[in-house]
């Protein structure tokens, strides 16, 4: 089954720093984007970041909540994508999960989704 | 970037349509062919059903379907299955590279 695994996620008091890990299981996403998307408990998706592939020059991109504290990076040799998390907010609890392009090539294709790693940020 | 508008719910009977609707701006839906749609029932992780608009992913059965016009993309599900209940989410591409997703809709069989 073709599917991503997230890591990394935990406790983590405000002002604090995080990284996640996500990595594909049963497939390669080098030549792919590379999204990240949150979901807090009982509320909605919030897309966070994407990294293009190296054709693509890793371009990023951040939604405008995290820009400037989150950094989104890739190892393609590794084969493992990467959410660097700094001055954390309580806001930015929620279940993190990676995603790429289900369909290749096709926009907006997220997929296939992992479980995702819980992210908690209180005191 | 704010959200996309969704109704918060909408339901039907086994067998009937039901329609979702996902109001953007001309920033995002109203400019690009880049809505896509997610079907997530509770306590599991977002399923695609749609990209491009009204493009099915391969398994996904031609019971739902999408369409845009303007600002606004659809989603409809036809021969509503108890199966089919679900949170539903659009997203869209932006004028700024990213991604926005709707508010979601809750489906009631």
């Known amino acids: 089954e073709v599917q991503l695994v997230e890591s990394g996620g935990g406790l983590v008091q405000p002002g604090g720093s995080l990284k996640l890990s996500c990595a594909p299981s049963?497939?390669?996403?080098?030549?792919?984007?590379v999204n990240w998307v949150r979901q807090a408990s009982g509320k909605g998706l919030e897309w966070v970041a994407r990294?293009?592939?190296?054709?693509?020059?890793?371009?990023?991109f951040y939604a405008a909540s995290v820009k400037g504290r989150f950094t989104i990076s890739r190892d393609d040799s590794k084969t493992t994508a990467y959410l660097q998390m700094s001055s954390l907010k309580t806001e930015d609890t929620a279940i993190y999960y990676c995603t790429t392009d289900l369909v290749p090539g096709a926009w907006g294709s997220f997929g296939p989704w992992g479980q995702g790693t819980l992210v908690t940020v209180s005191s | 970037q704010s959200a996309l508008t969704q109704p918060p719910s909408v339901s039907g009977s086994p067998g009937q349509s039901v329609t979702i609707s996902c109001t953007g701006t001309s920033n995002d839906v109203g400019s690009y062919n880049r809505v896509s749609w997610f079907q997530q029932p509770p306590g599991t992780a977002p399923k695609l059903i749609i990209y491009?608009?009204?493009n099915r992913p391969s398994g996904v059965p031609d019971r739902f379907s999408g369409s845009k016009s303007g600002n606004t993309a659809s989603l409809t599900i036809s021969g509503l299955q108890a199966e089919d209940e679900a949170d539903y989410y659009c997203s869209s591409y932006t004028s700024s590279s990213t991604y926005v997703f709707g508010t979601g809709t809750e489906v009631t069989v």
């Open positions: 491009e608009v009204s």
């Open positions: 990294i293009r592939s190296k054709a693509k020059n890793y371009a990023t």
């Open positions: 049963g497939f390669s996403f080098s030549g792919s984007t």
